[in-house]
C-alpha cells in the first residue's frame, strides 16, 4: 500500500515557478514508476509527466517540454515536478500518482495504470 501526499502548490503569475512535492509512505515507492497528472476546471484529468522507478526514463506531455522537470529521491520517499514559465491555462489541480508494477523500465502515460493517488494541489496561474 502507498499514501501519496502533494505539496507546493499556490497562486503565481505567469512567467513564475513553482516546485511540487509528492510525499509517499509504503514499502514500494522506490520500485514503483510515479507520474504527475492535472485535471482543470470542466476538463477531464490529463498526464503531466512520468518516471520509471530508478529516475532513467521520464516523460512528458508535449505541452510543458522544456518547461517541467520531473525528479525523484527514493531514499527520501519524494518525487518533484519542477514547473518554470507557467502559463494561466496550467491552472489545475496537480495529482502524484504511483504505478502498481514494480521495477517498469517506462512510466505510463496512461491514468489507468495508476493504483494511488493523493489528494491533489491547487496550482493557479494569474494572468
Known amino acids: 500500500q502507498v499514501q501519496l501526499v502533494e505539496s507546493g502548490g499556490g497562486l503565481v503569475q505567469t512567467g513564475d515557478s513553482l516546485r511540487l512535492s509528492c510525499a509517499a509512505s509504503?514499502?514500494?515507492?522506490?520500485?514503483?514508476?510515479m507520474a504527475w497528472f492535472r485535471q482543470a476546471p470542466g476538463k477531464e484529468r490529463e498526464f503531466v509527466a512520468g518516471i520509471n522507478w530508478i529516475g532513467t526514463f521520464t516523460s512528458y506531455t508535449n505541452s510543458v517540454k522544456g518547461r517541467f522537470t520531473i525528479s525523484r529521491v527514493n531514499a527520501k520517499n519524494t518525487v518533484y515536478l519542477q514547473m518554470n514559465s507557467l502559463r494561466p491555462e496550467e491552472t489545475a489541480v496537480y495529482y502524484c500518482?504511483?504505478?502498481?508494477?514494480?521495477?517498469?523500465?517506462?512510466?505510463?502515460?496512461?491514468?489507468?495504470?495508476?493504483?494511488?493517488w493523493g489528494q491533489g494541489t491547487q496550482v493557479t496561474v494569474s494572468s
Open positions: 500518482a504511483a504505478d502498481r508494477i514494480a521495477y517498469s523500465s517506462t512510466a505510463s502515460r496512461t491514468e489507468g495504470a495508476y493504483d494511488y
Open positions: 509504503g514499502s514500494t515507492f522506490s520500485s514503483n514508476a
